[in-house]
């Protein structure tokens, strides 16, 4: 399954399924983009995250891909799992400051069925 | 280790009245950020701390809203005359330092205004 870009907030997949959330962003600035996954009731929780100069970083079962030609970040998960269930939100440094202070966007809900 | 705590986790208050909410940071972590989250929004950055020195105010609302970290761990958020407006998710994040973006966030307080 794939979400095209935050106008489409839910995703639906079957367990085992590889999931793709996109992101759209809108300052070229930017220098800094994290992917956080928020489970009900709790904090957001970092997922991974990757800078500027870098188009592809991966982690544990995920991987995040950059495209700053055309302003698009994406989150693919691997083997898509029932805990996975979550809304993931992007957010980037967009003013580029030294610290973070992110801009989030509205956010992708995933679900995924056993 | 133990994570970021918030305090209280409810709060509602009739309007008019001035609220006060807790963070306690990660141990050793000398930046602090405060967010405001809607329902179905990802956070909406408020103000930052580096050690005990607000450095960044720039989404506070307006100056019923205000923050002090006095001795660089513990960061009091006050809201002044609280409005029905006001209603939402406080959130509080804390990272290593200054220039390391990850930020580990804190379960929230959620405020309701009468």
């Known amino acids: 399954g794939e979400s095209v870009g935050l106008h489409l907030p839910t995703l639906s997949v079957q367990e085992g399924d590889n999931s793709i959330i996109n992101c759209a962003y809108s300052?070229?600035?930017?220098?800094?983009f994290i992917w956080y996954k928020q489970e009900s009731g709790k904090g957001p929780q970092f997922i991974i995250d990757?800078?500027?100069?870098?188009d592809k970083r991966q982690g544990q079962r995920v991987t995040v891909l950059l495209n700053k030609t055309v302003k698009h970040l994406s989150l693919q998960i691997a083997a898509t799992q029932p805990g996975d269930s979550a809304v993931y939100f992007c957010?980037?440094?967009?003013?580029?400051?030294?610290?973070?202070?992110?801009?989030f966007g509205q956010g992708t809900i995933l679900t995924v069925h056993p | 280790g133990a994570g970021v705590s918030q305090s209280p986790r409810y709060k509602v208050t009739k309007r008019g009245q001035d609220v006060a909410l807790r963070c306690d940071p990660i141990?050793?972590?000398?930046?602090l950020y405060w967010y405001r989250q809607a329902l179905g929004q990802g956070p909406e950055f408020l103000t930052y701390?580096?050690?005990?020195?607000?450095?960044?105010k720039s989404g506070l609302p307006n100056d019923r809203f205000s923050a002090e970290r006095p001795e660089g761990s513990i960061s009091t958020l006050t809201i002044q005359r609280t409005e029905q407006r006001d209603s939402a998710m406080y959130r509080c994040?804390?990272?290593?330092?200054?220039?390391?973006?990850?930020?580990?966030f804190g379960p929230g307080t959620r405020l309701t205004v009468t």
């Open positions: 141990s050793g972590h000398v930046s």
């Open positions: 957010a980037e440094n967009a003013d580029g400051t030294s610290y973070g202070k992110l801009t």
């Open positions: 300052n070229s600035a930017s220098d800094y």
């Open positions: 994040a804390s990272s290593l330092g200054q220039g390391a973006y990850e930020q580990y």
């Open positions: 701390f580096n050690y005990e020195a607000q450095q960044d």
């Open positions: 990757i800078r500027s100069n870098m």
